[in-house]
């Protein structure tokens, strides 16, 4: 053992659960730092980033040459499993087809960090390296052996080793029965440990290749199991009557109807927590069961709209100067406004947003005496198990988590609330139980995006430089937005949130600034949403950009790159790119406008963004209809998978930009199906062209939501340049366009 | 009465008459690769082919559908003479379309049911076809690569 080695203990058992797969005689150590919900709160997901020594759980090699990964992300279209697949397979000059890459139940693999935040890749890419490293450097140990040779004559081969005479031992013939497992014993210290993926990219082989994900074959020909479709043997179907307002009280129900109809099983009230559910034999009877159960609610109808927009004005808290929390402050405000020879304002909103996956969340879930397993699909398996077993009283350990691809994540997938349902009526009936939410339950019932409403004053002097930055905003705690109460409030005022304020601090010159918030807490639930704070803050930041430029009568990519200190070389970069494949500068046809925003998210990767867009006087809308992204995101695993993502993002970000919001009307959330909040469709999407910049050197970072902050500026900006009218206010409609700005 | 469905008779109990295509499909004929999005006819997630069109299974009812041969997703491969995959989901797979994949049945049946139609759909038609498709990924722009791909190589 290398003395730099420090590993932390784990439980191998965990390994050996696997069905037809037991790997014998390995030392077990006992994992215990695994938190376990005791307080009131709901439990947090906050498990951190990995360890590098982390990378070892999760491979074997297996007895027929093959490795298997239990990739410890779970899945939602990002493609984390191919591109960590790819290094996998780097490190051991293995193929996609020598790998069988696994999403993780919760007994198969220690708990690892919720797949949020785009750090699939950043954060996990190292110990997956140095696992796979480690794997390859054990399995040389045993051709060494073999071969009666020492382990430093033996060379890396395809799948396997080359001997001194050229023989190729492959894996296959090197793996025992039970499989090869590296043992805490066996680790290489860092500096005896090659790795192949740290290498120069020019010489890798599988990093940077478009491999394709191993399950889209299932997904095109309809096998691919998602959660909804799960089926377990003499499985019941649950149904759950979800309170149709915030803080809404159950009053009555009719039981004895809904007993009565064939195929009811049974029926669960309590009037304690609100909750009104029923089993049936089949799932055919459960929506005339839940009308004859004829549920009867209290809500408070007084909150709507209007008051939450109140509550959440920037100006009110300007006017009372109540801003809890300055989060940045450097020079002197009033030194900047004296030098300024423009000086612009702007105040810039933003929605409630749903995030409106095509998947409704579904479970199954089965009690046992020894034992709860639960069939489901969420981005934390481990907050799932743990909120299961907090329902019914159980420890974590007896329930296990048997994870699915999830049909869109967005952030909106951490807990999974129908598999808390499904427990419940599970422990009452005695049957393995499944309980599916349909559309209307995701809209009313799920968490959201919180609003926001900035105000900015800045200036630009002479030589066109930022005098000044004077930055004031309103909204609500993300990470911490499902904290109930006073522990809620107290939270604000110790801390702002880290979510909210993401990408609050502008990458440009500015001596003179200022960033204050506000955080307030409203009955709306608000949790994760795709990027947390970075888009809407972009939004204003990039906008006002944009408004400082046109005031001094400057190019807004000029204007950006002349604020831009030689620290963000890699921002300016992309600007550089991004204007290069857009032809910025190309004069457009009339109607039409090009806009530009720039964006560094989470501090590592750049995008910058171009879009063209259209007015369509005639059907009265605002199309977005091309748009071009440059990001620099470092070490790019698989081009084909970040260019996915990167186009992902700007149709996301076109469809927040011009089509989505949800309102509050009578103490409920008003829209509840598509037909209120449609997200963008085919016909309106715009064109996208990506380009990559791709520096060697640099290690891959986030990508996931990265090109999503700039797109709505890039937008109001683009619309501005055709129409003459500022939009501040998302979305950006044809009628907001030019009925309520200008 | 009875359906049939990817070429199988398949009876249609007398109390399930009345419920949609779609989940006849899922909850007893076991074909799960139809999927729900949104039950209101809006996200297209449930289409498959009636009699080789594009129809909204959540908003079709069993007794409607009298004679009507249907396909989903599971049965498309067999409506291909060729070997192996149909040729839109070889397109899918070679223009790497699905992310999270959700959406990804309903866009093929869309896709597929629109080049039997017309086999070489320009731009605009295929935007304006696929269009009742819903893709919160967006995956959208690679969709219509993929049509471009089946046109050009049939
Ligand atoms: S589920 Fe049928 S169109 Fe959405
Ligand atoms: S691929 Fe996720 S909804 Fe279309």
């Known amino acids: 053992m290398g003395q730099q080695v420090e590993t932390r203990k784990i439980n191998r058992r965990l390994f050996l659960k696997r069905t037809g797969w037991v790997a014998a005689g390995l030392t077990v150590a006992a994992y215990t730092s695994y938190p376990v919900v005791h307080s009131t709160l709901p439990a947090l997901p906050t498990f951190d980033a990995p360890n590098t020594q982390d990378g070892v759980l999760w491979l074997q090699a297996m007895a027929d040459g093959r490795v298997r990964f239990f990739c410890p992300r779970m899945e939602m279209g990002q493609g984390a499993g191919v591109g960590l697949s790819q290094v996998v397979a780097e490190e051991l000059n293995i193929d996609q087809a020598d790998i069988e890459c696994i999403l993780p139940d919760t007994d198969q693999v220690p708990p690892f960090q919720m797949t949020v935040g785009s750090q699939s890749i950043a954060h996990f890419f190292d110990p997956v390296s140095w696992g796979a490293a480690q794997l390859r450097e054990a399995l040389r140990r045993l051709a060494a052996k073999k071969s009666d040779l020492p382990a430093d004559e033996i060379k890396d081969g395809r799948a396997g080793f080359v001997l001194p005479d050229g023989t190729l031992l492959g894996y296959g013939a090197l793996v025992p029965d039970t499989g090869v497992i590296v043992g805490d014993d066996q680790l290489?210290?860092?500096?005896?440990?090659?790795?192949?993926?740290?290498?120069?990219?020019?010489?890798?082989?599988?990093?940077?290749?478009?491999?394709?994900?191993?399950?889209?074959?299932?997904?095109?020909?309809?096998?691919?199991?998602?959660?909804?479709?799960?089926?377990?043997?003499?499985?019941?179907?649950?149904?759950?009557?979800?309170?149709?307002?915030?803080?809404?009280?159950?009053?009555?129900?009719?039981?004895?109807?809904?007993?009565?109809?064939?195929?009811?099983?049974?029926v669960e009230i309590n009037k304690g927590d609100d909750f009104v559910g029923l089993v049936a034999e089949h799932p055919f009877v459960l929506e005339t069961a839940i009308e004859a159960l004829n549920a009867e609610w209290q809500i408070d109808e007084t909150l709507d709209q209007g008051q939450i927009d109140a509550r959440l004005d920037v100006q009110k808290f300007r006017s009372d100067d109540d801003f809890a929390h300055t989060l940045l402050s450097s020079g002197d405000l009033g030194t900047g406004q004296r030098h300024a020879k423009h000086r612009v304002t702007g105040r810039y909103d933003t929605p409630f947003a749903a995030h409106a996956a095509i998947e409704p969340r579904s479970g199954v879930v089965w009690?046992?005496?020894?034992?709860?397993e639960v069939w489901c699909s969420t981005q934390d398996p481990y907050f799932v198990q743990n909120r299961v077993a907090k329902v019914l009283g159980r420890e974590a350990e007896d329930v296990v988590v048997h994870t699915h691809r999830i049909g869109g994540g967005f952030g909106g997938r951490v807990p999974c609330q129908a598999s808390e349902a499904a427990a419940r009526l599970s422990a009452t009936f005695n049957r393995p139980v499944r309980v599916q939410w349909d559309r209307e339950d995701e809209f009313s019932n799920n968490y959201f995006q919180p609003k926001f409403s900035h105000y900015i004053e800045a200036g630009v002097t002479s030589d066109g430089k930022i005098s000044h930055w004077d930055h004031d905003f309103v909204s609500s705690s993300i990470l911490t937005g499902t904290v109930p109460g006073l522990i809620g409030k107290a939270i604000d005022m110790a801390t702002p949130d880290d979510g909210t304020i993401r990408g609050i601090v502008p990458q440009y010159d500015m001596t003179n600034r200022r960033i204050r918030y506000a955080a307030v807490r409203t009955p709306v639930p608000i949790n994760a949403w795709r990027g947390l704070g970075s888009a809407p803050n972009a939004f204003a930041i990039e906008s006002m950009m944009d408004e400082l430029a046109l005031k001094a009568g400057i190019d807004p990519f000029q204007f950006r790159l002349q604020n831009l200190p030689p620290s963000s070389d890699r921002l300016a970069n992309v600007l550089r790119e991004v204007a290069e494949i857009s032809d910025w500068g190309r004069p457009t046809p009339p109607d039409t406008g090009r806009g530009l925003a720039c964006a560094v998210y989470k501090d590592e990767t750049a995008a910058a963004v171009v879009v063209d867009i259209q007015i369509d006087y005639t059907a009265r809308a605002v199309r977005v209809t091309r748009a071009w992204c440059a990001q620099d995101c470092g070490l790019v695993l698989n081009p084909h998978q970040v260019e996915s993502q990167i186009m992902g993002?700007?149709?996301?970000?076109?469809?927040?930009?011009?089509?989505?919001?949800i309102t509050i009307a009578a103490g409920r959330v008003d829209e509840d199906n598509f037909h209120m909040y449609e997200p963008l469709r085919h016909g309106s999407s715009p064109e996208v062209t990506v380009s990559l910049v791709v520096p060697s050197n640099m290690a891959p970072s986030a990508v996931g939501e990265a090109a999503l902050p700039p797109v709505p500026a890039a937008i109001a900006n683009a619309v501005f340049a055709a129409t003459g009218r500022r939009n501040r206010h998302l979305p950006m409609t044809y009628e907001s366009t030019f009925d309520e700005t200008g | 009465m009875q359906l049939l469905i990817n070429g199988n008779p398949i009876t249609v109990p007398e109390e399930l008459q009345d419920v949609t295509l779609l989940d006849f499909l899922r909850d007893f004929a076991g074909l799960t690769g139809t999927k729900y999005g949104c039950g209101i006819g809006l996200c297209g997630a449930c289409t498959v082919h009636l009699d080789g069109e594009a129809t909204r299974s959540c908003q079709t009812y069993v007794s409607d559908l009298d004679d009507a041969r249907v396909t989903t997703i599971e049965g498309l491969a067999q409506t291909f003479s060729g070997e192996g995959l149909h040729p839109v989901q070889q397109a899918w797979i070679a223009e790497g379309v699905p992310q999270c994949g959700y959406c990804q049945a309903g866009q093929i049946m869309t896709a597929s049911a629109l080049l039997r139609r017309v086999p070489d759909p320009t731009d605009e038609e295929i935007r304006e076809e696929m269009s009742g498709n819903l893709c919160r990924c967006g995956t959208y722009g690679r969709i219509s690569q993929a049509i471009a791909r089946v046109a050009q190589e049939a």
């Open chain 1, 649 to 661: 993002n700007i149709i996301w970000g076109s469809s927040m930009s011009l089509k989505e919001q």
């Open chain 1, 367 to 372: 009690v046992k005496e020894d034992k709860i």
């Open chain 1, 188 to 266: 290489l210290p860092d500096d005896a440990l090659p790795r192949l993926a740290l290498k120069s990219v020019k010489n890798h082989k599988a990093i940077g290749q478009d491999w394709r994900h191993h399950e889209l074959e299932a997904i095109v020909t309809g096998q691919m199991t998602y959660a909804r479709d799960v089926q377990v043997p003499d499985m019941a179907f649950g149904a759950v009557i979800y309170p149709p307002g915030f803080e809404a009280k159950l009053l009555s129900a009719d039981t004895n109807k809904a007993r009565a109809i064939p195929g009811i099983i049974g």
